[in-house]
């Protein structure tokens, strides 16, 4: 009998650390079930105990099963539930990629996107094919052959075509160059109040500010429209020099047909105009008038004139000085076009 009872004892222990490891709620019942069984072993002995100790004991059981029924999770939903919380931090770190991913796409674009304005905006042009790329503005008012001014934006500039230099029409000492008055009447006839098209050089201004730029009319370059007239020269300042080899044979081909500056013999060349080498002697056969009676000669500049900066050089002369004027200095000519202090 003593065999039977730790048998069965030893069942229930084993049964109820069963129901104890479903779920831990049964462990009341497993000690209910042990209380039980230490007030049997008492009764046996003749000590005091508990009255039914069995039935404690008993209850005990029940008490594990049915806690173990009320608490178990089923096998499905307790797998289910790391599954569910795996899938839910996935979906949340695939989120925190996604959103990140489209942040980067978007810089990306938008990088794309300035990338291809700048490109468009330094992409050299064709001369007979301006895109419409270029900056549209509209010409104000015609300064003289190769320097007019604008409305761009709103505001006001004065704009220097590239590559191309006219005769002057403001001259201290030798008054209008030659050809100087034909080149500003073509670029007013052409120019002035009409919408126009700029492509700025690479360097975009001069040290006077003015906007440098080629300047397109029509579909057509206007700078290249002044050398095949003849009324403009050729002429370089690095490094807006990416029509150079065009603007030389338009200006080759109006000087071998000899017409507008080109008619004149040594009057222009690379490094300017020489007005003052063009003068015809009268025919040494030709009979000698008279000489007039002396005139008063108008004031002329001292034979050494000194200004330290252009400032004080334009209080005297406004619109600057050629080479030939005793106020020429090589400081106030920065840009080396022979004429100092110019505006």
Same mark, same amino acid.
């Given at each position: 009998m003593k065999a039977i009872r730790y048998t069965f004892i030893?069942?229930?222990?084993?049964?109820?650390l069963t129901t104890?490891?479903?779920t831990p709620w049964a462990a009341a019942g497993l000690l209910l079930f042990l209380y039980g069984c230490y007030q049997l072993?008492?009764?046996?002995?003749?000590?005091?105990?508990?009255?039914? /100790?069995? +039935?404690?004991? &008993?209850?005990?059981?029940? %008490?594990?099963?049915?806690?173990?029924?009320?608490?178990?999770?089923?096998?499905?939903? &307790?797998?289910?539930?790391?599954v569910e919380t795996e899938?839910?931090?996935?979906?949340?770190?695939?989120?925190?990629?996604?959103?990140?991913?489209?942040? %980067?796409? *978007?810089? *990306?674009?938008?990088?794309?996107?300035?990338?291809?304005?700048?490109?468009?905006?330094?992409?050299?042009?064709?001369?007979?094919?301006?895109?419409?790329?270029?900056?549209?503005?509209?010409?104000?008012?015609?300064?003289?052959?190769d320097t007019i001014k604008i409305t761009l934006d709103g505001r006001q500039?004065?704009?220097?075509?590239? %590559?191309?230099?006219? /005769?002057?029409?403001?001259?201290?000492?030798?008054?209008?160059?030659?050809?100087?008055?034909?080149?500003?009447a073509f670029t007013e006839e052409h120019l002035s109040g009409k919408e126009i098209k700029l492509e700025p050089g690479i360097q975009e201004r001069d040290r006077y500010g003015r906007l440098l730029a080629y300047v397109y009319i029509d579909g057509q370059m206007f700078n290249q429209l002044l050398l095949e007239q003849?009324? &403009?020269?050729?002429?370089?300042?690095?490094?807006?020099?990416?029509?150079l080899?065009?603007?030389?044979?338009?200006?080759?081909? &109006?000087?071998?047909?000899?017409?507008?500056? +080109?008619?004149?013999?040594?009057?222009?060349?690379?490094?300017?105009y020489h007005a003052n080498e063009t003068k015809q002697q009268a025919p040494a056969d030709k009979p000698q008038s008279a000489p007039p009676a002396p005139q008063p000669e108008p004031a002329q500049p001292a034979d050494s004139e000194s200004y330290q900066n252009c400032t004080e050089l334009r209080k005297v002369h406004p619109d600057g000085v050629p080479d030939s004027h005793?106020?020429?200095?090589?400081?106030?000519?920065?840009?080396?076009?022979? +004429?100092?202090?110019?505006?």
């Open positions: 030893t069942a229930g222990v084993l049964f109820l104890v490891a479903v072993a008492k009764q046996r002995n003749g000590k005091p105990h508990l009255p039914k /100790p069995r +039935w404690i004991a &008993a209850f005990g059981i029940l %008490l594990s099963v049915i806690l173990a029924f009320i608490f178990v999770e089923p096998v499905e939903e &307790a797998t289910q539930k790391p899938e839910k931090t996935a979906d949340h770190k695939q989120e925190k990629l996604t959103k990140k991913e489209k942040e %980067l796409a *978007e810089r *990306e674009q938008a990088l794309a996107k300035k990338e291809k304005e700048l490109a468009g905006k330094e992409k050299a042009l064709p001369a007979d094919s301006p895109s419409s790329g270029l900056i549209p503005a509209s010409v104000t008012r015609v300064v003289d052959g500039e004065t704009v220097r075509l590239i %590559l191309v230099d006219t /005769p002057e029409t403001k001259h201290p000492r030798l008054g209008v160059q030659p050809f100087g008055q034909e080149a500003s003849g009324l &403009a020269r050729v002429a370089v300042y690095p490094p807006n020099t990416q029509y080899d065009e603007m030389k044979e338009i200006e080759a081909a &109006a000087k071998a047909k000899k017409i507008g500056i +080109w008619s004149i013999e040594n009057y222009a060349d690379d490094n300017g005793p106020a020429y200095e090589s400081k106030h000519d920065r840009d080396n076009d022979r +004429w100092a202090c110019e505006r």
